[in-house]
């Protein structure tokens, strides 16, 4: 068997029954893994009656094909759950080393159900799968955590909750190899709500590859065409993904106070030039990537990895911050807590807008950045104002009258492009399944980065195309499973064409593009089955009435409504965004048919 | 109504095509899928010459009076975007690539460049090379895997994100085919440059 290891691992935390299963094959061709595969057992696993937050809720850890066969950046796996942010299916990824190590364990994917009585920690090595006593970790942070479980890169990698997690923040995040992170949606809360602190693994098992000389040549032009994109060879690991704060922000779709503005005027500041002129202590990567973004910073109080680029937008220019130590420092702090940073910072965002308004008491003030801190901190343990924040914007906004000031899509706040000024990038916004999330699709490359041509980024007519086209793509990349970095510089043919040499099943591009659509349509119907509707794909009303008041993208709104329309005719759905009966026929999902009717 | 901006590409490459001499005064077409429809070059109509009335808009899936005025090749255009993930299509006349597609099934290329991008071209051969089911059906297949095939003493076709996209690979295709002409005019030992050249073949 090329790629897939063929077992799937279920631990039961409440019976502490622990069992083998084999993979279903069929199924793994047809969803691949991570993403697509994680969203197929969820469908089967999580039904609309299940609270996020209650034991029959489960996480769903796994890899892809691609996972630990030492391709290009395949280091990554993924956590699928249903969200207790959104309500949605949600799946996050994460890179690192604990994926490919996962994979080593021999194991496609790890079903954690149920909920134990006491804090635990699990343990997969070679000696066993073994559920250990946790109550001495149990409120302690990542990075303490990560240590004290043994993390070692190569041979034992840990992944774990913080306290955001254990106190059921629904912007908690999964924290792997100490500062990656499983973040969007709140997984951290779901791991805490069983009582589960760590996933500790170690594996020997490496994954098969079927055709070695069509995979060597796949490794081979993979490697050219990243070495020749001046992206993923020179501005990546140069600046990180921060070099995008200048660029964005020239194009006038930097999201600014909360979206009040779309251009940041100290966004200097906060670029990654500054980053790597004032704070940059050296460059890391995840396993077998040689991009290379990753970057540990330093500042008087902290060193770490990161901060991103979303996150240097959330707590910076969203929270009309230039003060980029401080960004650093709560990027730290954040990472510690287990806290997923998009949604943090623009929910700090949120109060402080709400705060200048008079609506909630608070001294959160656009600008204060010596309170990002000590409110983060507040939000992980749900102390003072932080018990307001804790569970997102949307939740905050609403208990105040004014979930209009939340700038989120099915309560998942955006991350760092304006809508408004790019319009397709509002469209992925308004259609992503588990809400308001840039890497459902590269629109970033489109409108603004030219990958793989520029195309205006205020054209409305066509966009529905684009907007399908790379929603597909990014789902089949998501269930391989690769970085989307890798993408900026390398095709989808050659995902197809490595896929191919590993599993020596023949996938074409086409062939790749459809598992994405697959996957696509059917979190398309799990959300359909907990009750979604048409008039959840939409923008927060300030993106479709208020003008950028502006620069280069000045007197811009989305304009939703006819992206929307073509989107729905276009994806094979009907004008509520239901998919048609020939739709799942094609995708092979008529057995859902009554879903969707 | 069909946005300025779409117009405008259209133009733009049109003209670009016949300029470069990858079609005839009247030859090639050109399309672009927007989201269940698409824009095609009208029947008969110069690409180097569009006027906004040359360009029709009709169903990807269903007929409507559209098709009336499309390109003869819409049926192909159709297929490829019904089967492919691609978004704009360049269907053009590249005179040394239809050289070379008349003597061998596949062309793979001995420069950098196309080496580079397109790796292999596959050589697709059909009696009636133009309006056909059948052609529609062999393009789309080599399509699924390939950004850019030839029709044997036809033309090629490529497909994109993108017209300019598409336009690229036609215009890398036809200048590795002149370099290779060129190359068999030189008549000596061609030195391989490349690593791994030999993958090429089973692209």
């Known amino acids: ?62 890899t ?60 997969i090595t070679p000696a066993g799968v073994h559920i250990k006593d946790a109550s001495g970790l149990w409120g302690k942070r990542v990075r303490e955590t990560t240590s004290l479980l043994g993390q070692n890169n190569n041979r034992r990698n840990v992944l774990c909750i913080g306290p955001a997690g254990e106190n059921l923040s629904r912007i908690a995040a999964i924290m792997n190899d100490g500062e990656r ?55 990546l690991p140069e600046f990180g993904t921060v070099v995008m704060m200048n660029i964005v922000n020239a194009v006038g779709a930097l999201p600014t106070r909360n979206f009040r503005q779309a251009q940041f005027e100290h966004a200097e500041d906060i670029s990654g030039e500054t980053l790597k002129e004032k704070y940059l202590v050296k460059n890391t990567a995840c396993w077998a990537c040689p991009i290379g973004c990753t970057r540990v910073s330093k500042t008087d109080k902290v060193e770490g990895e990161g901060p991103e680029y ?85 939740r905050l906004a609403t208990k ?91 095709a989808e043919e050659y995902f197809a064409r490595a896929l191919s040499a590993i599993t020596g099943i023949k996938y074409a591009t086409g062939d790749l593009i459809r598992v994405g659509e697959r996957v696509w349509n059917l979190e398309r119907l799990y959300n359909l089955r907990e009750g979604f509707t048409r008039a959840d794909d939409t923008l927060p009303p300030r993106l479709l009435q208020e003008a950028i008041p502006d620069g280069p993208s000045k007197g811009w709104v989305n304009h939703l409504e006819p992206m929307l329309k073509e989107y729905y005719r276009a994806r094979g759905w009907d004008e509520n965004g239901v998919p048609l009966r020939t739709k799942l026929e094609e995708l092979g999902l008529s057995e859902w048919m009554e879903v969707a009717a | 109504m069909i946005d300025e901006r779409i117009y405008e590409q259209f133009c733009e490459i049109g003209r670009d095509l016949y300029t470069a001499g990858m079609i005839s005064s009247h030859g090639g077409n050109i399309s672009i899928r927007v989201g269940d429809r698409v824009i095609i070059k009208r029947r008969g109509a110069q690409l180097g010459r569009l006027k906004p009335h040359d360009l029709i808009e009709t169903g990807l899936f269903k007929n409507d009076s559209g098709v009336a005025l499309a390109s ?39 420069d950098n460049e196309a080496s580079y991008l397109l790796k292999k071209v596959p050589v697709i051969t059909e009696e009636f090379a133009s309006g056909t089911p059948e052609m529609a059906n062999k393009l789309a297949d080599a399509l699924t895997a390939y950004k850019i095939v030839m029709l044997r003493g036809h033309g090629s076709f490529a497909i994109g994100q993108t017209l300019d996209e598409a336009f690229h690979w036609s215009t890398t295709l036809e200048e590795s085919c002149q370099i290779a002409l060129w190359a068999k005019l030189i008549n000596e030992p061609f030195i391989e440059y490349r690593g791994m050249s030999q993958g090429y073949t089973r692209w």
């Open chain 1, 1 to 62: 068997m090329g790629g897939w290891m063929g077992k799937i691992l279920d631990v039961n935390l409440t019976s502490g029954e622990i069992t083998i299963k084999p993979l279903d094959m069929e199924m793994a061709q047809q969803y691949l893994g991570g993403r697509g595969l994680g969203a197929r057992l969820l469908w089967d696993e999580v039904g609309p009656d299940v609270d996020p937050l209650s034991e029959r809720n489960v996480l769903i850890f796994t």
């Open chain 2, 72 to 110: 003869t090749e819409l049926l192909a255009h159709r297929t490829i975007y019904m089967r492919t993930p691609a978004l704009a299509i360049v269907h053009c006349h590249p005179r040394a690539a239809i050289a070379f597609s008349l003597s061998r099934d596949e062309i793979v290329p001995i």
């Open chain 1, 64 to 123: 892809g094909p691609l996972t630990g066969t030492g391709y290009q950046t395949s280091n990554r796996f993924s956590v699928s759950t249903k969200s207790p942010l959104t309500g949605t299916v949600l799946d996050a990824n994460s890179g690192g080393y604990w994926g490919m190590q996962f994979k080593r364990t021999g194991f496609d994917g790890l079903i954690v159900r149920g909920k134990s009585p006491s804090p635990v920690y699990l343990e």
């Open chain 1, 310 to 394: 979303e996150t240097t937008w959330a707590f910076g220019a969203q929270c009309g911050i230039n003060d980029l130590a401080a960004i650093i420092e709560a990027n730290t702090l954040c990472n510690d807590l287990g806290m997923d940073t998009i949604s943090a910072g623009s929910t700090i965002a949120c109060a402080m807008e709400l705060s200048e308004l008079g609506l909630l008491d608070s001294d959160l003030r656009f600008g204060r950045a010596d309170l990002l801190a000590p409110t983060l901190e507040a939000m992980a343990y749900r102390r003072d104002v932080g018990a307001e924040l804790a569970d997102g914007s949307l």
């Open chain 1, 181 to 235: 992170s499983l973040a969007r949606g709140g997984p951290g809360a779901v791991m805490g709500s069983k009582n589960l602190k760590a996933i500790v693994v170690e594996g020997k098992d490496r994954p098969e590859v079927l055709d070695q000389e069509l995979f060597k040549f796949m490794l081979y032009e993979t490697r050219k065409l990243l070495k020749a994109s001046p992206l993923t060879s020179q501005a």
């Open chain 1, 400 to 490: 105040v009258g004014r979930p209009d000031l939340s700038m989120s899509v099915k309560g998942l706040e955006m991350p760092a492009y304006d809508p408004r000024g790019m319009q397709g990038q509002g469209l992925l916004y308004a259609t992503s399944n588990r809400g308001a999330c840039h890497m459902r699709g590269n629109m970033l490359g489109l409108e603004v980065l030219g990958l793989p041509k520029l195309i205006d980024r205020f054209q409305v007519q066509g966009k529905s195309s684009y907007v399908i086209l790379h929603q597909n793509a990014a789902a089949a990349i998501d269930s391989l499973v690769i970085c989307k970095f890798t993408n900026m510089g390398v």
